[in-house]
């Protein structure tokens, strides 16, 4: 473990009063009593199922966030987490219009893996335990055990099971375990002698299964081995029955410590660099915690201060429509449930989804929202990691304005669909730079997964306040892709009005720029003389572009955005530039208070200071002076 981080798991929580951590308080006193009202439910030696409280407010997809492929399969077959509709779609053939009836496990295994991978780890199995549990009607569970019964007589467990058999292996194995527990303690009440031995038996064979798999593997920082410490837990808690119950929970106990104190920065981002994962890793702790205490067990260590960590990085990043951005291999999962739950265990009313402003260091992401001028929301992410799942997104943003997308990330793709190499993990999917042609060769090439490395991209600055807040971010000329320019871009949001997005460009040869923006579906044009744009979605917005010399031409196509885990046709826009040394391009982005005509601009240039002056249809006039540094003074 890096010295760094050990140094912050070391020194992290301390004290009874209350901690602050990121600018916020934990409730030190209501945590505790949290936990010793959890810890009051200990029966004797019998097991405490701690979610039960959930149960009746949230769909189980919602409580527990899906891992992303196995999301955006379940929106492909299934279009909804409604547990309702879930029930009704099934029940009405849908899975057997997809798999086959009766249903082929391995059908998809040799051409859509993810199709598999969703239907052997039984996502939407506890959506009929959970109807149960609601209105007590048999039928529920009668649909639940027809579909165990059928896996178990279909997938044996062989002696090397957890090597040759895929449904055997892995994350299948782990999710698969949490869903039985769920699906035996919301029907215990319903399920006969005869069908709580059935899901005994098969869980005790998931237990060494995991045992011999996760149990035994090199410990490391990724999502599928926390997942495995989870599914462990779970069965080591929650049937003490199980031979192997004291194992499973020691090695939980093994992969779930080291999960918090390697899995994420000291920050509280994770490591892997992925918005979309965030909601179902933090679920994972979570319930692990609640697990504990509901038992009398001691959590894993650090538990409320990487819970509040974890808390405090969601409310800061999500989007004002309470998803997370789809920055790299991320599907718009919501944050409200999850951070909900935690708020409950840590007793903070202050973490809400919406902080102002924030600035992780050690992920190299920064958030920040500005209330007035209709409000907006800026998310920074310079790609100081590329590769796995992290894109070519480099000095990266979106922008959004009055609840509203402006300019976004393509987002992912489903992992079997071709478009997420062709596509999605491209350099030209981003709103980014490309100098000279030159793409990020790993993510720009055939290949589903690649190597991850460290990059020198960089948040430089980072400005909340005054009346032009701003981000600095930097490229600098050893950056692979760079062909040595030194790259420095700053997005500054004037007076609430609008905002600059400033590229500088530090070279001593000549060099093509193309400056990338990428946006929801809607209708985008260029003037006759390619020097700004008129973007209608659900906002008319102006971009106008101030180039030195009249050099740039704005050019306008086609790209893919995902839309809820569907590709959608969208528009892009490259300001093309060519030049030789020094440059500097701004772009301004101006939403229509009126939403009927864009804003007006009128430009000076005078020994390199810009001076602009922006007229909006109310007769508001802006007058701002640019620079190679970007927005001098407003």
């Known amino acids: 473990m890096p ?15 209350g901690v602050a951590l990121g600018g916020l308080t934990i409730n030190a006193a209501s945590s505790d009593a949290f936990r010793r009202m959890l810890c009051s439910n200990v029966k004797n030696g019998e097991p405490v199922f701690p979610f039960l409280k959930y149960v009746t407010s949230c ?11 196995g999301k955006f399969i379940q929106m492909t077959v299934l279009g909804s987490e409604d547990d309702e509709k879930i029930v009704s779609a099934i029940r009405n053939g849908t899975l057997a219009k997809v798999y086959g009836d009766p249903l082929e496990w391995q059908r998809y295994e040799g051409s859509e893996l993810e199709k ?3 239907l052997n780890r039984f996502y939407f199995l506890p959506s009929f335990a959970r109807m149960y549990y609601l209105t007590g009607d048999r039928t529920y569970l009668d649909d639940m055990m027809r579909f165990i019964r059928q896996w178990i007589e279909d997938n044996p467990r062989l002696p090397d099971s957890h090597r040759t058999t895929f449904n055997w292996r892995d994350m299948q194995v782990a999710w698969r375990s949490i869903h039985y527990s769920w699906c035996y303690y919301l029907g215990e009440k319903g399920l006969t002698g005869e069908e709580k031995g059935l899901i005994k038996d098969t869980l005790k064979e998931h237990a060494h299964i995991l045992l011999t798999g996760f149990g035994q593997a090199k410990l490391n920082e990724f999502n599928h081995q926390s997942h495995g410490g989870l599914a462990m837990l779970y069965l080591g808690v929650l ?8 194992e499973l929970r020691r090695k939980a106990m093994i992969i779930l410590n080291h999960h918090l104190a390697n899995a994420f920065y000291p920050d509280g981002g994770n490591v892997e660099q992925m918005f979309g994962y965030y909601p179902f890793q933090a679920h994972l702790f979570r319930d692990a915690f609640l697990l504990c205490c509901a038992n009398g067990i001691e959590p894993p260590e650090n538990s409320i201060p990487m819970l509040h960590k974890m808390a405090l990085y969601l409310a800061a990043v999500v989007r004002p429509d309470g998803t997370v951005p789809q920055v790299n291999d991320s599907y718009e999962m919501p944050v409200r449930p999850i951070l909900d739950s935690m708020n409950e265990i840590l007793g903070v009313l202050a973490v809400d ?13 920064a958030s920040m929202r500005i209330s007035h001028g209709g409000g907006w929301y800026l998310l920074a992410n310079p790609a100081s990691v590329i590769g796995a799942h992290a894109h070519a997104g480099r000095l990266g943003f979106e922008l959004w304005h009055r609840g509203l997308p402006l300019i976004i990330d393509s987002g992912c793709c489903n992992y079997d669909e071709p478009e997420l190499v062709t596509w999605y993990r491209t350099t030209r999917a981003h709103n980014t730079v490309v100098i000279d042609g030159r ?9 589903l997964w690649v190597p991850r490395r460290e990059t020198p991209n960089r948040i430089t600055g980072w400005n ?5 807040p701003s981000i600095v971010m930097a490229s600098p000329p050893e950056e692979v892709t760079n062909g040595s320019v030194s790259w420095r871009r700053k997005i500054t949001i004037v007076r609430g009005c609008f905002a600059v997005i400033s590229d500088r460009f530090d070279t001593e040869g000549e060099h093509n720029y193309e400056i990338l923006l990428h946006f929801p579906p809607s209708e985008v044009t260029a003037d006759q003389n390619g020097k700004s744009l008129q973007v209608k979605t659900g906002i008319l917005t102006g971009i106008q572009a101030v180039v030195p010399a009249g050099n740039g031409v704005f050019v306008t196509g086609k790209g893919l955005v995902s839309i809820r885990g569907r590709s959608v046709e969208a528009p892009v826009a490259s300001l093309n530039l060519r030049a030789r040394g020094k440059i500097t391009s701004h772009l301004l982005i101006m939403p229509s208070p009126d939403m009927e005509s864009t804003p007006a601009v009128k430009t000076t240039t005078r020994k390199g200071i810009t001076r602009v002056t922006v007229r909006n249809s109310t007769g508001t006039r802006t007058r701002i002076i640019l620079s190679d540094d970007g927005v001098m003074t407003v």
């Not at 049937?239 to 004291?246: K, M």
């Not at 909340?464 to 032009?468: D, F, L, R, T, V």
């Open 239 to 246: 049937f003490p029955e199980l031979e192997d119950a004291a």
């Open 439 to 447: 793409t990020e060769a790993a993510t720009s090439s055939s290949a």
């Open 353 to 365: 989804s919406g902080r102002p402003e924030a600035l992780f260091d050690d992920t190299q992401v």
């Open 59 to 69: 769909n189980f997809g919602d409580y527990i966030p899906k891992d992303q492929g």
């Open 116 to 118: 598999s991978v969703w």
């Open 464 to 468: 909340p306040g005054g009346e032009a």
């Open 3 to 17: 010295e760094g981080r050990r140094r912050f798991i070391r020194n992290i929580f301390a004290g009874t009063a």
